[in-house]
């Protein structure tokens, strides 16, 4: 699990956490890769004795996306429009189908690994559309190709989120109580750190950007629950090895230029003002919402959730993945009623992967 070194340092901390004595402290992070850590490593059994509990938000952007987002793609691809899009998007359910069911049907859909895979994708095919999905980590790399100049047959079908936004919606929300935030690592790599000061000052929350190793995680709960027991509420920075104060601003000026924020649903809540990134009008010939409007007019209306699927209460952190009544029965990997079971990014996902039957 830990490396000798790592082991004793991790014994520490939770000795130290111990000694705090906490009782019912709650914490939420919101990123992917965080959650898959803290399972697969078994942190959240450390944390029991602690007094701390760990529930994930909404940090999977695969998870995020609505429905009547992959709906639009679907749409799209049976209308004879290449799609291309990231693995994890193509078995996400929707009462129409997946994109995957769509493929199987005959549409071209096309999985690529990166926005730079399909630029040289618009190459091979008449009518291209990428679907970018993703938050602060993944937009600047759709910014970079827009910027670089897009082949006339390649569109840009944005569902990338910014995440503060989301934070906020939380706590206006007030659904959970939240009493310290891990802040994801690699948002913060863009962002930097002033974007979630707003919420230690409005709301009396510790929060600390964190790595993704064992150790960081651990570490990182360490410094949120010491702020609580100081009585402190204040923006942490574990991940300095990576991330500075000022983030990365090139990044953030490529996201400026081609990018303006939108109000928009989030699976799992309401419309959340200015949460999510359309390409600007100087763009529109590659907007795929403007490129392809006529088609996109005719997508059905759907509903957000499928059966009895709650994944938009597990973005939220409401409940857990094995609190769903679908969780391992109607819904598993091979048969996933929603997104949090399709992403390895998902809690639900990564709940049934590292079960302990």
């Not at 009493?179 to 994801?184: A, F, N, R, S, T």
């Not at 204040?234 to 924020?261: H, I, K, Q």
Request: with cysteine; glycine share 8%.
């Amino acid at each position: 699990m830990f490396r000798f070194r790592e082991e004793a340092t991790a014994k520490k901390v939770l000795q130290s956490l111990e000694s705090m004595k906490l009782h019912d402290l709650n914490i939420m992070h919101v990123c992917g890769t965080h959650q898959d850590t803290l399972v697969k490593f078994g942190i959240e059994e450390m944390l029991k004795r602690t007094g701390i509990h760990i529930r994930q938000g909404p940090g999977c952007p695969v998870c995020v996306t609505t429905t009547k987002e992959v709906v639009e793609a679907i749409t799209l691809a049976k209308a004879g429009v290449t799609i291309a899009v990231f693995g994890d998007m193509l078995t996400v359910p929707t009462p129409i189908g997946s994109l995957a069911d769509a493929k199987a049907e005959g549409a071209d859909v096309r999985v690529v690994y990166s926005s730079s895979d399909a630029v040289k994708l618009a190459k091979d095919v008449d009518r291209l559309v990428f679907m970018a999905i993703g938050f602060e980590t993944t937009s600047p790399t759709t910014a970079a190709i827009v910027l670089d100049g897009l082949p006339d047959n390649l569109s840009v079908l944005s569902c990338h989120r910014i995440l503060p936004p989301a934070l906020d919606a939380l706590f206006h929300m007030g659904e959970v109580r939240i009493d310290g935030l891990i802040q994801p690592g690699h948002v913060a790599v863009i962002l930097g750190l002033e974007p979630f000061y707003r919420f230690s000052e409005a709301f009396h929350v510790p929060q600390v950007v964190a790595g993704f190793e064992p150790l960081d995680l651990l570490v990182t709960i360490y410094m949120i629950a010491k702020q609580h027991v100081d009585g402190r509420a204040e923006v942490e920075n574990e991940y300095s090895r990576v991330v500075r104060t000022e983030g990365n601003p090139v990044a953030r000026r490529m996201l400026d230029d081609v990018f303006y924020p939108v109000d928009r649903n989030w699976r799992g809540f309401p419309v959340i003002p200015k949460s999510a990134l359309e390409l600007k009008p100087k763009w529109d010939d590659h907007n795929a919402r403007r490129v392809y409007e006529d088609v996109l007019a005719k997508a059905p209306v759907v509903k957000e959730e499928m059966g009895n699927c709650r994944c938009g209460e597990v973005l939220r952190g409401i409940i857990e993945s094995k609190e769903c009544p679908a969780f391992g029965k109607a819904c598993n990997p091979k048969r996933p009623m929603g997104p949090c079971m399709v992403s390895r990014e998902g809690s639900c996902n990564i709940s049934y992967r590292y079960r302990q039957d």
